[in-house]
């Protein structure tokens, strides 16, 4: 049951996302590598433990929930995005002392922000990893397919954080830094803009569009990986 959920949030989890991106550029920077990636995983836990006792139902009694969400997610990636873009050089080669003195508080908060704000995040683990885990009836049998999804998100969190520090040579001058925030900014754009037609989508399907967990059904492997694939 535990590896269920495991390889099950590994087929979802390896798509290029804001959270994936901001995690890659905390381990590349040493902005607290560790302390994003926990709070990344904490938030993750949570969602998906939810998700499986069952607050799928929430999304598909209130629908507008999901693009309530979206919204909100869009204006921070659109705000956030920018910011990266017209950062200047100096305040990309400032003191590093002072950067991580000043982003430990900061960097927990996005690293929720970027967490939470995301509503695939909650298709992932509210429909997905919530409607796989039904059909087993016992909550404990759930739960073990929710901790095993989980602990793949620390591992997948971990590994990014420590792969990127050891990029950290190629970008030791400010014209390197300025270049991979200038990348950061553009694909956190291009990612709002995907956000926005996924909203825009869900507002045109109307307040009945909802999936119920009970209906998304996977019977075999094979089918589990196909549907992860296609979503």
């Known amino acids: 049951l535990f590896f269920e959920g495991f390889f099950l949030h590994a087929c979802l989890i390896f798509a290029l996302g804001a959270q994936n991106i901001f995690v890659l550029e905390s381990g590349l920077k040493k902005q607290h590598p560790l302390t994003v990636s926990f709070s990344c995983f904490f938030c993750d836990f949570l969602l998906i433990m939810l998700g499986v006792a069952g607050a799928g139902s929430l999304f598909a009694a209130f629908s507008q929930l999901k693009i309530i969400v979206g919204v909100i997610g869009i204006f921070f990636l659109v705000q956030y995005g920018l910011t ?37 995040a909650y298709l992932d683990a509210f429909i997905l990893i919530g409607g796989y885990s039904t059909k087993y009836e016992v ?30 040579p190629l970008f030791s001058n400010a014209r390197n830094l300025r270049f991979i925030s200038a990348c950061s900014g553009l694909i956190l754009l291009f990612l709002s803009f995907r956000l926005g037609q996924d909203v825009y989508g869900w507002i045109m399907e109307g307040p009945h569009s909802s999936i ?20």
């Open 212 to 231: 119920l967990v009970k209906n998304v059904q996977y019977p075999q492997p094979a089918g589990l990986l196909f549907s992860a694939i296609l979503f």
């Open 84 to 120: 990266k873009i017209f950062m200047t050089s100096e305040t990309l080669s400032e003191d590093s002392s002072q950067l991580v003195k000043r982003s430990l508080k900061t960097s927990i908060l996005l690293a929720i922000t970027f967490s939470i704000l995301n509503p695939h």
């Open 139 to 168: 909550l404990n049998d759930r739960m073990y397919v929710g901790l095993g999804a989980a602990i793949f998100s620390l591992v997948w969190f971990l590994f990014l954080s420590s792969a990127s520090s050891v990029m950290k």
